[in-house]
């Protein structure tokens, strides 16, 4: 259930021009475009006032509204998604709340993990923001520049981010994936966005960089994360695979 007294509301970003995969979130999978799947397990998880899908393509407005969403119209240009989010929380007046960013070019997510962070967010306000991670599948994952690596420490705030391998040397189940979910304290969203630009987050192409290189710390909760990352349409069909699965209709029915 839904922390009582918390206003949490997930946002959702998409843009279509994907280098790898354009309109993957418009993908249809067993007759449903992913981004209805993912709107769908997101008001399934029972953690969100709303939820809310931006963007500045009608195609995927038109999707989040069928499938129950709140739409934000994206205007002008933006550096990453989470200043398309805080574009949005600024628009329905929610920069008070408490925010979950989840990535559009999700099909689905882990409603432990999800409830998870949003206890993490309610039970400490020493950080502004909090994301996930799980473990490395396999070698070829850990050397994948597609997945990004964390290193974290002892209080589970994030160290560092990179798409090589780190920590040097590690097994590949020591080495942490990170899960491009993020929750946002009330009021800290702008803070991280307003962040300015740092040559770590252009040579990395990772923006959670500006965030540590201004200062701003970031907790990282370390999960069990079964959902099918989905980067080329090569992967439609394992995703399709898990969306039937026994496990994956037990774990929603959780």
């Known amino acids: ?145 597609n997945r990004v690596k964390v290193v974290v420490d002892s209080r589970s705030r994030a160290c560092y981010f990179s798409r090589t391998s780190i920590p040097f040397g590690a097994a590949v189940g020591a080495t942490r994936i990170h899960i491009g979910v993020y929750g946002f304290q009330p009021n800290q969203l702008m803070r991280y966005v307003e962040s300015p630009m740092s040559e770590l987050s252009v040579t990395e192409d990772l923006e959670q960089l500006d965030w540590m290189m201004a200062g701003c710390g970031i907790g990282v909760h370390h999960c069990t994360w079964s959902v099918p990352s989905v980067d080329q349409p090569s992967d439609v069909a394992e995703l399709a695979s898990w969306l039937r699965s026994a496990d994956r209709k037990q774990r929603s029915d959780s």
């Not at 993912?38 to 500045?56: A, P």
């Not at 398309?84 to 559009?104: C, D, F, K, P, Y």
């Not at 998870?116 to 994301?131: I, K, Y």
Request: hydrophobic residues 40%.
């Open 1 to 145: 259930m839904r922390l009582s007294g918390a206003r949490v509301f997930a946002v959702v970003p998409v843009r279509l021009q994907s280098r790898r995969f354009p309109n993957k979130a418009l993908q249809v999978i067993d007759d449903r475009p992913m981004l209805g799947h993912l709107i769908h397990d997101l008001v399934d998880t029972n953690q969100f006032e709303d939820v809310i899908v931006t963007s500045g393509d009608n195609a995927v407005l038109d999707v989040a509204h069928r499938f129950g969403a709140t739409v934000a119209r994206s205007q002008g240009q933006f550096r990453n998604g989470t200043q398309r989010v805080a574009s949005a929380v600024r628009t329905l007046g929610l920069a008070t709340e408490t925010i979950i960013n989840v990535q559009g070019d999700m099909p689905a997510v882990e409603h432990r993990a999800i409830a998870d962070l949003v206890r993490l967010l309610a039970a400490d306000s020493s950080l502004g923001c909090w994301t996930l991670s799980r473990a490395c599948k396999s070698g070829t994952e850990q050397t994948d520049q």
